[in-house]
């Protein structure tokens, strides 16, 4: 079972709604990757990213289910965002942010859904960033916490998370989750 990690911080209450398509860059040595709120034309290149994602823990992954969930996200701000991280043309790397009323803190959190760096890309910041961009689209939104699950054995993924404040639960809850049966 991988840990629930979230945060409660009074940092991220700022004014409300999604920001806007801005673009952070991200400088140094090796490479310039720019960061970026997804639009529909990037949908391709996620669920190409998504796949390498899937295949690394050995997940099926029905890319047309992607490619519908990508283009969800980016066309209803209200319920996320999806960030991509290019070097060029070429894609480095995504995240993937839904937003949920949570009562435990009276106010909306953020759920990091995905957070994927190619391994070619990976120890050169780009993950930073692109936590960087969902913290800030949360606290422009007013989130007031911000959750993530990660595996266990992920020491690279804690410790960046570890970074932003987040912390593995240490409540003895466990998550729960499955699909919805249909309504008979």
């Given at each position: 079972?991988?840990?629930?990690?979230?945060?409660?911080?009074?940092?991220?209450?700022?004014?409300?709604?999604?920001?806007?398509?801005?673009?952070?860059?991200?400088?140094?040595?090796?490479?310039?990757?720019e960061i970026r709120?997804?639009?529909?034309?990037?949908?391709?290149?996620l669920v190409e990213?998504?796949?390498?994602?899937?295949?690394?823990?050995?997940?099926?992954?029905?890319?047309?289910?992607?490619?519908?969930?990508?283009?969800?996200?980016?066309?209803?701000?209200?319920?996320?965002?999806?960030?991509?991280?290019?070097?060029?043309?070429?894609?480095?790397?995504?995240?993937?942010?839904?937003?949920?009323?949570?009562?435990?803190?009276?106010?909306?959190?953020?759920?990091?859904?995905?957070?994927?760096?190619?391994?070619?890309?990976?120890?050169?910041?780009?993950?930073?960033?692109?936590?960087?961009?969902?913290?800030?689209?949360?606290?422009?939104?007013?989130?007031?916490?911000?959750?993530?699950?990660?595996?266990?054995?992920?020491?690279?993924?804690l410790r960046l998370?570890?970074?932003?404040?987040?912390?593995?639960?240490?409540?003895?809850?466990?998550?729960?989750?499955?699909?919805?049966?249909?309504?008979?």
């Open positions: 079972m991988a840990p629930a990690i979230h945060s409660r911080d009074d940092r991220l209450a700022a004014q409300p709604g999604p920001t806007p398509r801005r673009i952070v860059a991200v400088h140094s040595a090796n490479s310039d990757i709120r997804a639009t529909n034309a990037d949908v391709p290149a990213l998504m796949q390498a994602f899937y295949a690394e823990s050995n997940y099926p992954l029905d890319r047309d289910w992607a490619a519908s969930s990508f283009r969800t996200l980016v066309d209803r701000a209200d319920l996320g965002g999806v960030w991509l991280a290019s070097r060029g043309a070429t894609p480095a790397g995504h995240a993937v942010l839904t937003v949920r009323y949570c009562m435990e803190f009276g106010g909306t959190g953020g759920y990091i859904d995905d957070l994927f760096v190619e391994p070619a890309f990976r120890r050169r910041g780009i993950g930073h960033a692109l936590l960087g961009a969902l913290f800030a689209e949360c606290g422009a939104r007013g989130c007031k916490a911000v959750h993530v699950e990660v595996g266990a054995g992920n020491a690279s993924a998370y570890s970074r932003f404040g987040l912390t593995v639960a240490t409540d003895d809850r466990i998550l729960l989750s499955g699909r919805l049966p249909p309504i008979i």
